[in-house]
């Protein structure tokens, strides 16, 4: 946990019972309302005065790694826990921050005698030290000297530092060491800056939560409340992250309700209700409910009823039951009523043949989690757009958690009962376990589908990408890079696309749409691979004007590069400061939530960014719903 010396810094878990944050002596009352109920204190008087639903773990002295010996002496600890044995506000007692071992090669045993000291005078109480786990292969090789030493271990690497990425994969060396050692840890998230370190950004305290949750660990710990004259409560994107997984582990504390009530729609009720195009004339819906049939038809007379049948994958994200029902033989570009069960007359429309309208939002999230996501749904909502294209990281419920799945399908119905939902692929989709492409692949029927090679084995195989005719436009969208061959595949068959494009009259512009940026100034750097392959599709087609994408939590747009122009569009419900560089090409970048607006003719692409709801980490002022930035392709 000590800052001290070239190391780098934390991460931790998933709805642990114990979360304990550092340094919060300062305002008990504040970290215990955000949702920390193990809370750092000196004594069992502090202890006896935290707020209710919390207890502490006492700090009682440190290894001194200069001298090798305890700073306190056993006799006095004996005098210091006489009165605290039994004391139900104490959980534990915290005996030492980062001991070397290759400087004092008798720590461990040291450590193992004094946790043997403090449970034979407080039994139930538990014992704690921090592991140092930035100094590399240092770190990993002590693992198994601290094995038993004390209850538990907490493992502290800080994974952001200053003018860098964060380094996850660090975290994911240290969790693997400890599990090969047998410790039983608390992950420790960093949330703090100095020295080395700076703040992280909610995304990437969000991805840290979520590598500890997957792992084995018993609690986790913040670090810190205040440290280096810093303060987490100056960081209020940040402390909403953590307080909304304090607040999930709380409600993961208590008795479950059955799914049955939680999870599952009511009866007769459906929700998630969201369809997409698979061509011309044809359109698939999905819902989640016990509604089993959708009616429809050109009047409110329903002329035809389908049965809906069980997705292949099946989402998992809730009980369900999950209903899918494809629609055929319908006229293009056509409008009809319908209604699913006994539920209320909607619209919906086959892919438009004329001039129309389509917006696009990317790396979104659930309202519950990102406040800026249910602005955005209603804003598209206000557009009436023909379709949207979500441009991965749809739901954050590898972060977020299963609930957060649901609640970003249910969010979109602000308008997908009336405009086709037709997505990309995000990373947050697929490249962690706590959520994976059944939850999604299993949603949506993607048009004219095509496998990727290196696809996640959990949602496999097809629906990685495809692509569709709007109008004038025709629209492909790429996989994620699940392997060194992904793009080169997909690059073949786009090329396959493209040229027939070109030699389609009724085609005038050719768009495509992914969630990695070919170009980026922003938290994500462009893609090298995949932009060498959209500019070599730039200058061999000419109708190939543009390309959207997110990853990236801002807005940017370029000028023609290689006749085409990239747009960012990742800041549907969050923003990743900071930018990361310039490029004389980039000719608009906000730090600001917004989506896209396009309106298309025979003769234009007219491309506007709406602005969004205003957050903390705004590089640019707005006003919700006006125009950021527009161009005309």
């Known amino acids: 946990m000590s800052t001290g010396g070239a190391r780098p810094a934390a991460s931790p878990s998933r709805a642990p019972a114990y979360r304990y944050i550092v340094d919060s002596g300062s305002d008990q009352a504040a970290a215990a309302k955000h949702g920390w109920n193990l809370l750092d204190v000196s004594s069992k008087e502090e202890a006896d005065a935290l707020p209710r639903g919390t207890r502490g773990l006492v700090w009682v002295g440190d290894y001194d790694n200069s001298t090798c010996r305890w700073e306190v002496s056993d006799a006095e600890l004996r005098q210091r826990l006489a009165g605290a044995a039994g004391d139900p506000r104490i959980a534990g007692f915290y005996v030492s921050d980062e001991p070397d071992p290759y400087a004092c090669p008798r720590a461990p045993a040291q450590h193992r005698a004094r946790s043997a000291l403090i449970h034979s005078l407080a039994p139930k109480a538990f014992t704690f030290m921090v592991v140092d786990s930035n100094s590399g292969a240092q770190t990993l090789s002590q693992m198994r000297l601290w094995a038993h030493a004390t209850t538990f271990a907490g493992l502290d690497p800080y994974p952001c530092r200053v003018g860098k990425p964060c380094d996850y994969g660090w975290i994911d060396a240290v969790i693997r060491a400890a599990d090969r050692a047998g410790l039983r840890y608390f992950g420790v998230v960093q949330a703090f800056t100095g020295e080395a370190w700076r703040w992280p950004t909610p995304a990437e305290e969000r991805h840290m939560l979520a590598q500890w949750s997957?792992?084995?660990?018993?609690?986790?710990?913040?670090?810190?409340?205040?440290?280096?004259?810093?303060?987490?409560?100056?960081?209020?994107?940040?402390?909403?992250?953590?307080?909304?997984?304090?607040?999930?582990?709380?409600?993961?504390?208590?008795?479950?309700?059955?799914?049955?009530?939680?999870?599952?729609?009511?009866?007769?009720?459906?929700?998630?209700?969201?369809?997409?195009?698979?061509?011309?004339?044809?359109?698939?819906?999905?819902?989640?409910?016990?509604?089993?049939?959708?009616?429809?038809?050109?009047?409110?007379?329903?002329?035809?009823?389908?049965?809906?049948?069980?997705?292949?994958?099946?989402p998992f994200s809730s009980r369900g039951p999950f209903r899918e029902a494809r629609l055929t033989g319908?006229?293009?570009?056509?409008?009809?009523?319908?209604?699913?069960?006994?539920?209320?007359?909607?619209?919906?429309?086959?892919?438009?043949?004329?001039?129309?309208?389509?917006?696009?939002?990317?790396?979104?999230?659930?309202?519950?989690?990102?406040?800026?996501?249910?602005?955005?749904?209603?804003?598209?909502?206000?557009?009436?757009?023909?379709?949207?294209?979500?441009?991965?990281d749809l739901t954050y419920g590898n972060a977020e958690g299963q609930p957060s799945v649901d609640r970003h399908f249910d969010d979109v119905m602000a308008w997908s009962r009336t405009a086709a939902y037709m997505p990309a692929w995000g990373n947050h989709e697929w490249d962690e376990p706590t959520d994976d492409l059944r939850n999604y692949k299993g949603r949506f029927a993607i048009p004219h589908p095509s496998a990727s090679p290196g696809a996640?084995?959990?949602?496999?195989?097809?629906?990685?990408?495809?692509?569709?005719?709007?109008?004038?436009?025709?629209?492909?969208?790429?996989?994620?890079?699940?392997?060194?061959?992904?793009?080169r595949a997909w690059q073949a068959k786009a090329a396959k696309l493209m040229a027939a494009a070109e030699r389609d009259p009724r085609i005038r512009f050719i768009v495509t749409f992914g969630h990695r940026p070919a170009y980026s100034?922003?938290?994500?750097?462009?893609?090298?691979?995949?932009?060498?392959?959209?500019?070599?599709?730039?200058?061999?087609?000419?109708?190939?004007?543009?390309?959207?994408?997110?990853?990236?939590?801002?807005?940017?747009?370029?000028?023609?590069?290689?006749?085409?122009?990239?747009?960012?569009?990742?800041?549907?419900?969050?923003?990743?400061?900071?930018?990361?560089?310039?490029?004389?090409?980039?000719?608009?970048?906000?730090?600001?939530?917004?989506?896209?607006?396009?309106?298309?003719?025979?003769?234009?692409?007219?491309?506007?960014?709406?602005?969004?709801?205003?957050?903390?980490?705004?590089?640019?002022?707005?006003?919700?719903?006006?125009?950021?930035?527009?161009?005309?392709i």
Request: proline share 6%; glycine share 10%.
């Open 456 to 487: 996640p084995s959990r949602g496999c195989c097809g629906e990685d990408w495809g692509w569709f005719d709007a109008g004038s436009v025709r629209f492909i969208s790429y996989p994620e890079p699940y392997a060194d061959a992904t793009w």
């Open 521 to 632: 100034t922003g938290y994500h750097h462009g893609e090298e691979q995949l932009a060498s392959i959209l500019d070599a599709f730039g200058d061999r087609y000419p109708k190939y004007v543009l390309n959207l994408n997110g990853h990236s939590h801002d807005y940017e747009r370029f000028r023609p590069i290689h006749h085409v122009v990239h747009i960012t569009a990742g800041s549907a419900g969050s923003l990743e400061t900071p930018w990361q560089g310039a490029d004389s090409r980039s000719a608009f970048r906000a730090m600001h939530t917004a989506h896209l607006r396009i309106d298309v003719t025979r003769a234009a692409l007219h491309v506007v960014a709406i602005c969004g709801a205003a957050t903390g980490d705004d590089d640019t002022t707005c006003a919700p719903g006006s125009v950021l930035d527009s161009t005309t």
């Open 330 to 392: 319908l006229a293009p570009g056509a409008t009809y009523h319908y209604a699913i069960g006994g539920g209320p007359d909607r619209i919906f429309s086959t892919a438009p043949t004329g001039d129309f309208r389509f917006d696009v939002e990317g790396d979104i999230g659930a309202a519950a989690d990102f406040s800026p996501a249910g602005v955005t749904q209603r804003q598209i909502a206000a557009d009436r757009p023909r379709f949207v294209l979500g441009v991965g």
């Open 214 to 314: 997957a792992s084995r660990q018993a609690g986790y710990m913040t670090f810190a409340w205040r440290w280096g004259g810093h303060d987490l409560a100056s960081r209020p994107a940040l402390l909403a992250v953590l307080d909304r997984f304090n607040r999930t582990a709380a409600r993961a504390g208590q008795p479950a309700p059955s799914r049955s009530a939680s999870h599952a729609s009511p009866a007769g009720a459906v929700d998630e209700v969201h369809y997409t195009y698979i061509s011309s004339t044809s359109v698939v819906f999905d819902w989640r409910g016990s509604a089993a049939a959708i009616r429809y038809g050109r009047t409110r007379r329903y002329a035809k009823t389908v049965t809906a049948h069980a997705p292949s994958p099946l």
